[in-house]
């Protein structure tokens, strides 16, 4: 599900009746940290908002997200950039 928040996730499994203790559940964390979210410094509808207004968080303070978890978010984009890199890909003429 590309280009869809945690918020639209929750509205479409409300939408098909998801049990709300499946529907909001917290996403869990790793070794490390219980819940994804205290890995992260940020909360789940922080981290929409972020991912939502991205490209002028980057550059911008933003007033609606803690500045630590700010300071979080960049680290994590930039941290994970080769991720979205998209390696070119090749066709092969037609009639060949």
């Not at 559940?25 to 994804?36: E, T």
């Not at 968080?57 to 997200?65: G, R």
Request: glycine letters at 8%; a negative charge; aromatic letters at 8%.
């Amino acid at each position: 599900m590309v280009n869809l928040s945690k918020c639209d996730i929750r509205g479409i499994a409300a939408t098909y009746g998801v049990p709300d203790h499946v529907r909001l559940r917290k996403a869990s964390g790793c070794a490390h940290k219980g819940l994804a979210e205290e890995e992260w410094g940020f909360t789940e509808d922080e981290l929409d908002f972020m991912c939502d207004t991205a490209p002028s968080l980057l550059s911008d303070a933003a007033d609606t997200c803690s500045p630590d978890g700010m300071r979080k978010f960049r680290s994590l984009v930039a941290q994970s950039a080769h991720k979205r890199v998209f390696y070119p890909s090749f066709e092969k003429p037609e009639g060949n």
